[in-house]
């Protein structure tokens, strides 16, 4: 079974500094990778996906991550943090036999707060 | 617009009462999935349907029940076995092959 960690449960950036989310997973093969936002009292938006190809990954809101086989890790990165990042980040792993739609496991999440 | 919908958006259930969260999609997506979120934790999956008139188990089905009578719909209900119902529920659909797309949520508490 495939399991996620994100070590940081609170992280703290001023407005303009770079940003990096950590993740590290747990999985037998090659897994489907993916980071959702999650702002207070709503659902989660797809910031980036990682299938194959590519190890290096661009997504909405100028996020990227890059996937590290030998790392087991996927971390989220943003060179300038804007106030409206502030919210609750989730990785999370898919196996690529159950389909990529199925059975995702997530991570206990990080939240991220902004300072001006 | 195409999305999913969740209602309603809060919700109180009393001692020993049955209650039904609702979940539409107009995404045409096959699968479609219900989640338990509680604070400071990450997502653990309640029921998932791949297919209509077809649904499994997830990690914490105990105490819920659900049904896939149309390929838009997945209502969840949250019946009196669940002892611990307060928390924030969320539904997701996907294609079978692509990312899930969530809704917004319905926050249960208890009267």
């Known amino acids: 079974a495939q399991s996620v960690t994100q070590p940081d449960i609170h992280i703290t950036v001023s407005e303009g500094a770079s940003l990096e989310l950590r993740c590290n997973y747990s999985?037998?093969?090659?897994?489907?990778l993916f980071w959702y936002v999650q702002s207070p009292g709503q659902g989660l938006q797809l910031l980036l996906k990682y299938f194959s190809g590519d190890t290096l990954v661009q997504g909405i809101k100028g996020f990227e991550a890059e996937f590290k086989r030998s790392q087991s890790s996927f971390n989220l990165r943003k060179p300038s943090v804007h106030w409206s990042d502030a919210a609750e980040y989730f990785c999370?792993?898919?196996?690529?036999?159950?389909?990529?739609?199925?059975?995702?496991?997530f991570g206990g999440g990080t939240r991220l707060m902004v300072k001006p | 617009d195409g999305g999913i919908t969740q209602s309603p958006k809060y919700l109180f259930r009393k001692e020993g009462q049955n209650v039904t969260l609702s979940c539409e999609q107009n995404?045409?997506?096959?699968?479609m999935y219900w989640y338990r979120q509680d604070p400071g934790q990450g997502l653990r999956l309640i029921y998932y349907s791949q297919i209509v008139n077809d649904f499994q188990k997830g990690d914490i089905a105990e105490g819920y029940s659900v049904s896939r009578e149309k390929k838009e719909s997945f209502p969840l209900t949250v019946t009196s076995a669940q002892k611990n119902p307060t928390a924030f529920y969320l539904c997701a659909s996907a294609l079978l092959d692509r990312p899930q797309h969530f809704g917004d949520g319905t926050r249960l508490s208890i009267l």
């Open positions: 999370a792993v898919g196996a690529p036999d159950q389909n990529a739609g199925n059975m995702l496991t």
């Open positions: 995404l045409n997506h096959d699968a």
């Open positions: 999985y037998g093969a090659t897994p489907y």
